[in-house]
């Protein structure tokens, strides 16, 4: 009986110390989803304000200020300006 009492005990104690490891690794993995869940919340804000600062840089409007003040540039007179239309008939084969 009491080698019995013994391995029930030790039985016991393993499961006990199985259970402990367990709920430790459980809350080690919890912490880890949400500091990546975090990450994510983060990235996501970071791409959202890049997107939007892409799309305010890349206006018209600016790029032409860029252009005159940068590099000197201007847009065409309409006397220079060519206008070339293709004839749909040329386009296609018979």
Known sequence: MTRVNILLLA???ACAIGVVTSQHRARRLF??????????QKLDEEHTQ??????T?????????????SLGMRLPDSAS???????????KTR
């Not at 912490?31 to 994510?40: D, L, N, V």
């Not at 890049?50 to 799309?55: D, G, V």
């Open 50 to 55: 890049l997107q939007l600062e892409q799309s």
């Open 11 to 13: 039985l016991l104690v």
């Open 57 to 69: 840089w890349a206006t018209n409007r600016r790029i032409e200020s860029v252009a005159s003040r």
């Open 31 to 40: 912490t880890e989803i949400e500091a990546g869940q975090a990450m994510a």
């Open 81 to 91: 300006t060519v206008v070339i239309t293709l004839d749909p008939r040329a386009g």
